[in-house]
């Protein structure tokens, strides 16, 4: 009898261990499932995607003072927002300071995951004037096709097409960004912003000449340099086949990254303003949008964008709504489109051109630094995203002591019941 009772109370036990274990499986695995909140709101630390970039490369002002992009950029958040408080006095204690810390990491570490989905090989050639990228996904059932052109021979012009499969030569969508002109204005008060018929100085950009385009790479970036020969407007180009965290920007491959720098404008008025003149050819339907591709996948911060949709397809020309000029954050105005179909003589069948004007809201400023961005919405890096996130959500939290509390639970169950029996 005392035996039995013992193997009885042995059994009860076991069978509480395994209720617990049991439970504990359930509360991490609901946390878990609690964590996975919409991707677009929690990234916002994953660093200043555009207005902080120029920090690390060097300019010289041709004026003949020397001026760094730190200098320019070496602006705080205080400054932006008016506050006068530090991140120090912020944080608070080590405690929110270390749950930050774990916040960006995961934010980090998640960015990465989806990264994975967005790889893609790719093939480039390089000339004086001109440059092209060929590249291919390399995840998803349908292995898409990207192509970018460059080139500074006559007009400042990208052509990008989309392929939605690597051997097909049909274009599913297509369009050409043009950065036309500098235009020196006066504001008159009607609407912010550059308005046709304030400008009093107009610079075209395809009119001055041009160094041959400078090539060099930075680990798997792929990095060119187009710059007038009086140095005062260049480009930086940046593209890469896989997923680029810098400490101020986050790169994908299904984009291109352009670094803008206006140097020592020739201005004829001191209390005028700079904007820049931009085109858009396509047979895509255009659209404004107050959030970028990007930024809705947590890849960028502040940015708006032109979605372009040609079918079930989708391309984007983005900007930063800030930019800096001589040091500070500026706010970036843009206009709204207008037709220009009649200024360009190179259209296909079916195809407009439209203009939008970038002002920068800084009086007659000697340096500029912006980035704006062109891309498509891969259908095999978004195949290969839904695939790595639903992978994420089935994978349950089940920790090693749960499993071998319940193991070893189970076990001395059936021992235990197994004894009984012979005992009986």
Known sequence: MKLKTRNMIALFLMLGLLFSAGSHYLTVKGDGDGDQTDTNTDHTDTGDDHTSHAENQTETDHSGENQTDTERENHTDTEHTGNDHTDTEHTGDNGHEDETT??????????????????????????????????????????????????????????????????????????????????????????????????????????????????????????????????????????????????????????????????????????????????????????????????????????????????DFQGYFSWAEYAIADGKTVAVIPSKFIDASGEENDLDVGETASKMFFAFNATAPKSVYWDPKLGVVSVSAIEALSQILQGVNSNPSFTPISTWVMVVALLSVGLISRKLRKRK
């Open 102 to 311: 774990k916040n960006e990491n995961d934010t980090k570490k998640e960015i990465e995951e989806k990264g994975k989905a967005f790889e893609r090989e790719y093939k480039m050639e390089k000339k004086d004037k001109e440059f092209k990228i060929e590249s291919e996904a390399k995840s998803g059932n349908t292995k898409d096709k990207i192509e970018v052109k460059f080139e500074t021979n006559g007009k400042l012009e990208f052509d990008l097409k989309y392929y939605t499969k690597v051997d097909d030569n049909k274009t599913k969508l297509r369009f050409r960004f043009k950065i036309d002109k500098l235009i020196e204005y006066i504001e008159n008060g009607t609407e912010p912003g550059y308005q046709p018929g304030e400008e009093v100085n107009v610079v075209s950009l395809k009119e001055i000449g041009w160094k041959p385009l400078a090539y060099t790479t930075d680990n798997t970036t792929e990095i060119v340099t187009a710059e007038t020969v009086d140095g005062m407007f260049k480009l930086v180009v940046k593209y890469s086949p896989s997923l680029v965290q810098d400490r101020n920007f986050t790169l994908t491959p299904n984009a291109l990254k352009i670094d803008i720098y206006v140097n020592n404008f020739p201005y004829t008025n001191n209390g005028s303003m700079l904007a820049i003149e931009t085109k858009l050819k396509t047979v895509a339907k255009m659209e404004i949008k107050n959030q970028s591709f990007e930024e809705e996948n947590g890849f960028s911060k502040d940015e708006k964008e032109v979605a372009l949709q040609a079918g």
